[in-house]
T-cell receptor, first 114, second 114 residues
């Protein structure tokens, strides 16, 4: 079974631009979550989607948005990029919701804002 | 609300020595607890999880962790370190209804010396 696939793996953008990251979950998984990982802040939760609905949202500005499609694939968008948005963005999928369900992570997208 | 504290951002052990990575949690309700490992430029991989069954949980690669409610701890151990164990380790907590919204600790980087 294929794992979680994130594209692209690496991305360089200029301050002020916008970016869209893509995540394809494991087949059959309907829950997709996004995390931002930086050396200073660690792993921070962005949002979670289940069946095309956002279930949870972290403490990030409105420039960060996401969506989930009917095939469970998810995208996240960051508008008006800032230097501080440089990070590893991780997507994780789970077969169901519920606290006892582990997350399966993709390899991440490394975003560099210059 | 929940939180996780990992004591020691860096731990160094000799090959063959005991590995002990510390994790303390705070949760207003019974938590679900996870340990993940991350290798450079990779996503996170689940090592083990506690979901209110046995308090001693065995995971992959010879790791295990013990849930101690009285100490609010979930420390990760391995009897004999191997060079391939060198990585960053994250403890995470989630609540019963929010699998996708895990709260992660800051991580502990494990170095294994030959």
């Amino acid at each position: 079974k294929a794992g979680v696939t994130q594209t692209p793996r690496y991305l360089i953008k200029t301050r002020g631009q916008q970016v869209t990251l893509s995540c394809s979950p494991i087949s059959g998984h309907r829950s997709v979550s996004w995390y931002q990982q930086t050396p200073g802040q660690g792993l921070q939760f962005l949002f979670e989607y289940f069946s095309e609905t956002q279930r949870n949202k972290g403490n990030f500005p409105g420039r960060f948005s996401g969506r989930q499609f009917s095939n469970s694939r998810s995208e996240m968008n960051v508008s008006t990029l800032e230097l501080g948005d440089s990070a590893l963005y991780l997507c994780a999928s789970s077969p169901r919701v519920g606290g006892n369900t582990e997350a399966f992570f993709g390899q991440g997208t490394r975003l560099t804002v210059v | 609300a929940q939180s996780v504290t990992q004591l020691g951002s860096h731990v160094s052990v000799s090959e063959g020595a005991l590995v002990l990575l510390r994790c303390n949690y705070s949760s207003s309700v019974p938590p679900y607890l996870f340990w993940y490992v991350q290798y450079p430029n990779q996503g996170l991989q689940l090592l083990l999880k506690y979901t209110s069954a046995a308090t001693l949980v065995k995971g992959i690669n010879g790791f295990e962790a013990e849930f101690k409610k009285s100490e609010t701890s979930f420390h990760l151990t391995k009897p004999s370190a191997h060079m391939s164990d060198a990585a960053e380790y994250f403890c995470a907590v989630s609540l019963s209804t929010n699998a996708g919204k895990s709260t992660f600790g800051d991580g502990t980087t494990l170095t294994v010396k030959p």
